[in-house]
């Protein structure tokens, strides 16, 4: 007697939905460590003159992350 697995086909779309996910959280991460190190390369008093600290700029990564 043989036995076949089959996945109903909502399983497929779980497996498209989870890989189109984790490519998704790929993109915002990369979005994030571009915005991270641009923001890393300025001075304390570039960062002064916008009104940023670098405690702010994690947040503001973040938040450009987001928006890519």
Same mark, same amino acid.
Request: aromatic fraction near 8%; charge should be negative; avoid cysteine.
């Given at each position: 007697?043989? #036995?076949?697995?089959?996945?109903? +086909? *909502?399983?497929?779309?779980?497996? #498209?939905? %989870?890989?189109?996910?984790?490519?998704? !959280? $790929?993109? =915002? /991460?990369?979005?994030?460590? /571009?915005?991270?190190? *641009?923001? $890393?390369? %300025?001075?304390? =008093?570039?960062?002064? *003159? +916008?009104?940023? #600290? /670098?405690? @702010?700029?994690? @947040?503001? !990564? =973040? @938040? $450009?992350? *987001? $928006?890519?």
């Amino acid at each position: 007697m043989t #036995h076949a697995l089959t996945l109903p +086909f *909502e399983g497929l779309g779980l497996v #498209h939905r %989870l890989i189109a996910g984790f490519k998704a !959280a $790929q993109a =915002r /991460r990369a979005a994030f460590n /571009r915005a991270y190190a *641009e923001l $890393q390369m %300025l001075s304390d =008093r570039e960062l002064m *003159e +916008f009104g940023l #600290h /670098r405690s @702010d700029l994690v @947040d503001l !990564a =973040r @938040d $450009q992350a *987001e $928006q890519a």
